[in-house]
Structures are given as C-alpha cells and as structure tokens.
C-alpha cells in the first residue's frame, strides 16, 4: 500500500444553506419519534497525517459529524461513540478498533439538538487518532448517538482501496449535497430505531 502521505484538512464550515438542503432533501423521513426514526447521522472523513512505523501505521482522522433532528423534540445524547472497521482484501484479515478522540468537535455526551425538523448541527473538527496495520485497503470510522428517542450512526471512508481519503473542496462539498441530500459526502447513514416502535 501506498497511501498518500500528505497533511489534509477538511472544509471547516459548510454554509447554512447547505445543511438546510440536506433536511429538505430529507423531508420525506418521519417528523416524529413514534415514526421509527429520530435522527440522521452524516459522517465526512480525510486523513489530517499519517505515520508509518514498520508494519503499524497511525492515522490521524479529521471529520465532519452532522446530525439532523427528525422529530418535534429536544435530541439529547446520552452515548457517543466511536469506532473503526478495517479489511485487508489482499489476505481476507479484518477487524474492529476503539479510536483515541483528540478533538470530540462539543459533540459530547448530555449536547442537545433543537426540537423541529429539520434543525441540526455540525460538529467540527471531530478529530481521532486510530492504530492499524500498514496494509489495510479499506478503512472506515463510524460515529454512533444515542437519544432517549433510540440510536443512530454514519460513518465515512478513510481508507479507500488503499489510498488515503483527500481533502474535499468547496466545489465538491455543493456538489455532492446537491446530488446526494447530505453535507460533503458520506457512505451511509442509519436511522435511529426507536425503543418499542
């Protein structure tokens, strides 16, 4: 594996009007909790730097973590985690890593989100230090909320058949909200799911 090696820093600030996109284009998810969903969580990554000590690499993941509030109430977060799923496809090894979070960007557990669809918040930088093998092909950090309301998670490549995730520019930031409903991009979201629904 070859991953490049260079310092990259996200885009810090996405305009407002980019993130009400993104609720609008979501408009057709439930508005209430009894729905089944209480939140959509959108996660961007690209490596900030990048270390290579013999066979044990460092990454130094720099993301954006936004979430959007489907319901008419208050979302407070009573978990926050994070974790990073890995595959080498060259010998089928695989596994499942707790980062080490230097930045949590205020997303904290007890933060609150504002009642009303589609309010939401972008918490950046949520920054994270991760310790795999050299050469993983595939790498991917998933951040998961939980509300009283249920859970949800997104996650996001930094890894991506063996090359490092870029810096994403302007451009392609509105780009991709235009075309896929979400703020720079992401590789999937996950609705929460509500306790009894």
């Known amino acids: 594996m070859n991953p490049t090696r260079s310092v990259a820093r996200p885009i810090r600030a996405v305009a407002a009007a980019g993130v009400l996109l993104a609720g609008l284009l979501l408009a057709s998810a439930p508005v209430s909790a009894d729905g089944g969903g209480a939140m959509n969580v959108d996660v961007t990554s690209s490596v900030m730097n990048y270390d290579e000590t013999g066979t044990i690499c460092t990454w130094w993941v720099s993301s954006d973590v936004i979430i959007v509030n489907l319901t008419n109430s208050v979302l407070t977060y009573s978990a926050v985690t994070a974790s990073v799923s890995w595959v080498n496809a060259a010998n089928g090894t695989s596994g499942v890593v707790t980062p ?76 991709a909200t235009a075309l896929a409903g979400v703020i720079l991009i992401r590789r999937r979201r996950t609705p929460a799911v509500v306790a009894g629904a």
């Open 100 to 175: 080490t979070v230097i930045d949590n960007g205020g997303l904290v557990v007890g933060g609150t989100l504002g009642a009303g669809f589609p309010t939401s918040q972008n918490y950046s930088p949520f920054q994270v230090e991760v310790i795999l093998p050299c050469d993983v092909t595939d790498a991917d950090l998933a951040v998961e909320i939980t509300t009283a309301y249920g859970s949800g998670s997104g996650d996001a490549p930094f890894v991506d058949g063996g090359v490092n995730t870029p810096e994403v520019t302007v451009a392609g930031a509105f780009v």
